[in-house]
């Protein structure tokens, strides 16, 4: 439905995006996930029509964003990292503004300001000015606005950022709302938001993608580090030798005190773990505790991004 | 046009709403008072002069006024940030441009409007025609449409509503002295640099209650240009890069 094919996008001699590909489903909620500077927002401009692409094309629903720029836009609803938002307006008149903005028919704007303002949970504040409004709901009104017109497709430029841990809670449940009716791309630098959120991520490092899927088929293809405690010193670590194991990497040791040595490694297969106990134990080093370093997506991320060339 | 009728008064209601706007017209009808009261009414003057006076002393007024409204058409959006919201819209650059111009001229007429009551009082108080009122306001409303045209232009490319001021306010100024380089400059290039003139050429003629047509062409023309221009900038945008 969404089909983004060899994008580039240049900054005079800066390169943002090199050759981004890929394609979204209808009803899909998908995550950008990319450093500051990865080329997140540079890549959601470009489908929303914002930017011209240096090269490739993005289409919605077959419309191709160069050929019909226009219906293009019509068919998307942006909120962008700061929301768009006029002070002196209600929220009421605000959502209404956008939607004929975009194209809603006059006919139709009240009954959907109604339904918006329901779904984004601001019927509550429906008659306050903008500007007496917290950033929490500032950023409800940004997503109501985008999606006032009814569009296929919901872009949210970091929606969470800048909110208390609560507001992040009702945020994740209204993005997720949205999925009903539109089919949602979401960009963040916080991967437990990507995480909690998005049923599939795309992970972007110097304006390429350099992964894509699931949590659980990116976490597949990246080999877990590994935490070891045990019993012994640096010196019998050493005799252990086990920088020389196949399938361990990476290998990191500390001496704890106490007699207790920590290891950290990262370890290509289950097998490769199993042998990697085997040796301490065969060596004479009491093992303690076995368990992973580092969290699921975090560890996938900065694996991916680790080394990867522009 | 809907969507540039929508913006247009999504834009008024921005003026109305904000006290730059209001301190605005407070601020040039106090000075065009005192102007009228000072210059126009003083001394044992005919009724047309009188008239003649206060339409040159009112044009001045309406030139800075033109300047300060359109400063915040689009450098103010890009401060802010809400310009997003027409980039992404399905509006066209064009309609944009026309519905911020329609604003920004509404309120310059209300300007105008509100100034009504000087001329009203020499018409009551002694002989002018109805016909030198009507020539005279839409002489001002017509350089009031060109000031605001060259003003939205230069809110387009400037990064601020300061620097959009300052340069608006000095392309209108090299407008309005185009006179004197014209008097230096003898032949065809004379007369074109002559004919751009905004104030000595084309307004001048309005202020004494004749409309003429080439005037009418031409600040037609400048507001035309402009505003294609501002609609070029805001298209260029998309391909900044």
């Known amino acids: ?310 | 046009m809907t969507t540039a009728l929508l913006i247009a008064r999504r834009e008024l209601r921005g003026y109305f709403s904000s006290s730059s706007g209001w301190i605005i017209l407070a601020v040039l009808l106090l000075l065009d008072g005192l102007a009228f009261n000072a210059f126009a009414m003083a001394g044992e003057k005919k009724s047309f002069d009188v008239l003649q006076s206060f339409f040159y002393f009112h044009s001045g007024a309406t030139m800075v006024a033109s300047v300060f409204i359109a400063m915040r058409l689009f450098a103010e959006e890009k401060q802010m940030g809400t310009l997003v919201l027409l980039e992404a819209s399905p509006a066209r650059e064009a309609e944009v441009v026309l519905g911020k111009f329609l604003g920004a001229w509404g309120f310059l007429l209300m300007f105008l409007v509100l100034s009504l009551y000087m001329p009203v009082l020499v018409m009551v108080n002694g002989k002018v025609t109805v016909g030198h009122l009507f020539a005279g306001y839409l002489g001002l409303a017509l350089l009031g449409a060109a000031c605001i045209s060259i003003g939205a232009f230069t809110s387009s490319v400037a990064p601020n509503q300061v620097a959009a001021a300052v340069l608006s306010g000095a392309v209108v100024v090299v407008l309005v002295l185009a006179w004197l380089v014209a008097k230096n400059v003898e032949g065809v290039l004379g007369d074109v640099v002559g004919w751009l003139d905004l104030f000595d050429k084309h307004y001048r003629t309005f202020s004494r209650g004749t409309v003429k047509l080439s005037s009418v062409v031409y600040y037609a023309a400048l507001s035309y240009g402009f505003l294609l221009a501002t609609a070029a900038v805001l298209g260029a945008r998309r391909w900044r890069g």
Request: aromatic share 4%; hydrophobic share 45%.
């Open chain 1, 1 to 310: 439905m969404i089909e983004a094919v060899g994008v580039s996008k240049f900054y005079g001699a800066r390169r943002a995006l090199a050759d981004v590909s890929f394609s979204i489903a209808q009803g899909e909620v998908v995550g950008f996930l990319g450093l500051n500077g990865a080329g997140k927002t540079t890549v959601l401009k470009v489908l929303c029509g914002l930017l011209v692409p240096s090269a490739g094309k993005v289409s919605v629903d077959g419309i191709d964003g160069i050929d019909a720029p226009r219906e293009l836009r019509k068919r998307i609803g942006f909120l962008p990292d700061r929301p768009p938002l006029f002070p002196e307006m209600t929220v009421r008149q605000m959502v209404a503004y956008a939607a004929r903005l975009c194209g809603l028919p006059a006919e139709r704007v009240d009954r959907r300001v109604a339904e918006v303002l329901e779904l984004c949970g601001l019927a509550n504040v429906a008659d306050d000015l903008i500007e007496w409004l917290s950033h929490g709901y500032r950023q409800r009104v940004g997503i109501a606005i985008a999606v006032a017109h009814e569009p296929k497709l919901v872009v949210l430029d970091e929606p969470i950022s800048g909110l208390d841990p609560a507001q992040i809670v009702a945020m994740r449940g209204l993005i997720r709302g949205l999925k009903e009716k539109h089919t949602v791309l979401l960009s963040s630098h916080i991967l437990s938001e990507i995480s909690h959120t998005c049923d599939r991520i795309l992970v972007l490092h110097q304006g390429r993608i350099v992964a894509q899927g699931t949590e659980a088929t990116l976490a597949a293809g990246v080999s877990p580090p590994v935490e070891v405690t045990a019993r012994g010193t640096m010196a019998d670590l050493a005799k252990a030798e086990i920088h020389k194991l196949e399938g361990v990497s990476e290998l990191e040791t500390t001496d704890v005190g106490n007699g207790v040595v920590r290891l950290c490694a990262r370890v290509a297969s289950d097998t490769a773990r199993e042998q990697l106990v085997a040796t301490l134990v065969q060596r004479g080093l009491g093992v303690r505790s076995v368990s992973d370093a580092e969290g699921g997506l975090e560890s996938v991320f900065l694996k991916l991004t680790k080394g990867v060339e522009a």
